[in-house]
């Protein structure tokens, strides 16, 4: 009877067929940014003065089929971050997109960006919230990516805010696990008398401060990369952030994950000017401000019961026109081109003061 093959040649014969597959995957990547190429001649070709390198909805189906078709091992969050990478590449065949964040570099904002759209983009910092909307309005970016709600704090009201002034469109979201860290330079971390964060993050490590830093002063700053700047001039300091941000400021991980929710997570939109097609799991935003009148709300959400349709989540935002004047901005499931809810719209359009559909977008995949 002849000997079992040691561990070596085992190991040998698996990495050669690693090898063989992955020269097997080069060739197909190759022949995939080939189409891709040959789909961006296309477009040009084509001369639409309303051209969209970048489709959401093109996007959202692969990763949608792709994770059903998933056979395993590998998780499909997995397979989904592959693929967007892959897709993220071949679309810089095409065209290089811009995509504004809430800066500076290394903030939740950027990752969520890169997440979404891959590394293969230009992503630009910019000071505020406001500012992003104003880069896409103005042209200098193709997209811009801004924080809506948090699972542990609840919305950002600026956000809602500026839709109110704006024509941009939602054309897409993204759901971001946040990990907050504790970053210093300090060699004892026990003794920093002043912890630098943007007031969300410091909210959503509240217990935690509380418990293992109860007599830091806690200072609010606009960004958590604002605050690493802060910690890096600030011996005495700390800063709650991201790893990434201690990578680029140069600050030590003192303790990781300390936010209170472990499943804390941020929601962002992606602003844009293009109307999405639908995708099959879409999500449509709607701004509607309601009549003066009894029961107005009712009459706002009757014709979403009416016909089938489920809201996800509602807020409301002072109108800033008069006092006691509000509008909502609902969250439902669909697209405004699916026909129970296109009716549902043509229905609220006559209950409604104004209604605007902010955007049809796909969901977000994890």
């Not at 089938?308 to 609902?330: H, K, V």
């Not at 699916?338 to 003061?353: R, T, Y």
Request: aromatic fraction near 6%; include cysteine.
């Amino acid at each position: 009877m002849s000997e079992k093959p040691d561990v070596t040649t085992k190991l040998l014969a698996i990495r050669e067929r690693i090898d063989a597959i992955d020269d097997q995957i080069l060739e197909l990547l190759s022949k995939r940014a080939q189409c891709a190429e040959e789909v961006g001649e296309t477009k040009r070709a084509a001369g639409d003065k309303d051209l969209w390198f970048y489709r959401p909805e093109r996007e959202a189906q692969i990763l949608q089929r792709m994770s059903a078709n998933n056979p395993g091992p590998l998780e499909n969050e997995r397979i989904t971050a592959i693929y967007r990478e892959i897709i993220s590449s071949c679309l810089a065949l095409e065209q290089i997109i811009k995509v504004a964040f809430l800066g500076p570099e290394g903030t939740f904002t950027q990752e969520a960006a890169n997440k979404h759209f891959g590394q293969s983009i230009e992503t630009v910092p910019v000071a505020s919230i406001g500012h992003v909307f104003r880069e896409v309005e103005n042209g200098l970016v193709d997209y811009g990516v801004v924080p809506i709600e948090n699972s542990t704090e609840g919305v950002i009201s600026y956000t809602l805010d500026m839709f109110m002034n704006s024509s941009l469109k939602i054309s897409g979201e993204i759901k971001l696990r946040i990990h907050q860290n504790l970053l210093t330079n300090k060699d004892d971390w026990k003794q920093v008398e002043r912890v630098y964060s943007h007031q969300q993050s410091l909210a959503q490590c509240r217990e935690w401060l509380d418990a293992n830093l109860p007599d830091a002063e806690r200072i609010p700053v606009a960004s958590n990369t604002e605050a690493a700047v802060m910690a890096t001039n600030d011996d005495s300091a700390a800063a709650i952030a991201g790893i990434k941000a201690a990578e680029i400021y140069g600050l030590k991980i003192a303790q990781k994950n300390i936010e209170d929710n472990a499943d804390n997570t941020t929601r962002f939109l992606v602003i844009g000017k293009q109307d999405v097609p639908p995708c099959g799991v879409d999500k449509t935003t709607l701004m509607i401000s309601a009549k003066n009148r009894a029961g107005a709300l009712y009459h706002l959400l009757t014709p979403l019961a009416k016909n089938g349709l489920d809201m996800t989540r509602i807020e409301s935002r002072p109108s800033r026109n008069a006092n006691w004047e509000y509008y909502f901005f609902l969250d439902i499931n669909g697209h405004a081109e699916d026909e129970n809810v296109a009716k549902a719209l043509k229905e609220l359009e006559q209950e409604a003061e104004l209604m605007r559909v902010l955007g049809s977008y796909p969901k977000a995949i994890l």
